[in-house]
């Protein structure tokens, strides 16, 4: 079956410090691959997604970048804000690009100090 | 702001009661939702995906006649945990999947935090 695994946190950086969040990832055929935040008292937002090998998901400062031979898709990003402070959650879907039916890796704290 | 809730956020309830959960998508009419459980450290674990108007699919190794699930209209849907007991004590979210803004995509309630006593 399906399954997501990503780096264990919890995470603390100093502002503008740089950022990595590895997440590789076992599944049949050929999955999408999403980044979800959840920040503080709030629902999952999806972050960015890629859908095929190679692509590369960006979205507010993050990246991540589809790789098929590794089979990961590690979250960076340059230059972190406090309010960048969040649990990430790495995820997959084997149902096309449409992001429904998602397999989980456990979430990673992220927490960002001034 | 948000686009799915969930009511309540949280809730305590003796063993043996039942509670409900809703979840609500909010200006946008929802073809499918998803009620998820997350245990602390855990991920997010599927329980099971249900199309307003149709019976609930549920994911293997849930038990149905425990959690039932109501997906009345295209903007509400229920999920009622029976019996409830301890080990049922956890963290549910609903994700409701539809179109808001041009964009086919699904949006994640803020989830609800369950305490059986």
């Known amino acids: 079956g399906n399954s997501v695994t990503q780096m264990e946190g919890p995470v603390t950086l100093s502002e503008e410090a740089f950022l990595t969040i590895n997440c590789t990832y076992t599944?049949?055929?050929?999955?999408?691959l999403f980044w979800y935040v959840q920040y503080p008292g709030e629902g999952l937002q999806l972050l960015l997604k890629?859908?095929?090998?190679?692509d590369k998901g960006s979205n507010k400062g993050f990246e991540a970048t589809y790789r098929k031979e590794t089979t990961s898709f590690h979250l960076e990003k340059g230059s972190v804000q406090v309010s960048d402070s969040a649990v990430y959650f790495c995820?997959?879907?084997?149902?096309?690009?449409?992001?429904?039916?998602?397999?989980f890796g456990k979430g990673t704290l992220l927490t960002v100090n001034p | 702001g948000a686009v799915v809730s969930q009511h309540p956020s949280w809730v305590i309830c003796k063993s043996g009661t039942s509670v409900k959960i809703e979840c609500r998508s909010l200006?946008?009419?929802?073809?499918?939702m998803f009620w998820y459980r997350q245990f602390p450290k855990q991920s997010l674990m599927l329980m099971a995906t249900?199309?307003?108007?149709?019976?609930?699919?549920?994911e293997q190794g849930v038990e149905k006649d425990k959690f039932l699930i109501n997906h009345a209209s295209l903007t509400l849907s229920t999920l009622t945990v029976t019996s409830a007991h301890p080990e049922d004590s956890s963290f549910y979210i609903c994700?409701?999947?539809?179109?808001?803004?041009?964009?086919?995509?699904?949006?994640f309630g803020p989830g609800t935090r369950l305490t059986v006593l």
């Open positions: 994700s409701a999947r539809g179109t808001l803004r041009g964009t086919d995509t699904q949006y």
């Open positions: 599944a049949t055929g050929y999955p999408s």
């Open positions: 890629a859908t095929k090998a190679d």
């Open positions: 995820a997959l879907s084997d149902s096309g690009g449409s992001n429904y039916k998602l397999t």
């Open positions: 200006d946008f009419q929802a073809t499918t």
């Open positions: 249900s199309n307003e108007g149709s019976k609930a699919t549920y």
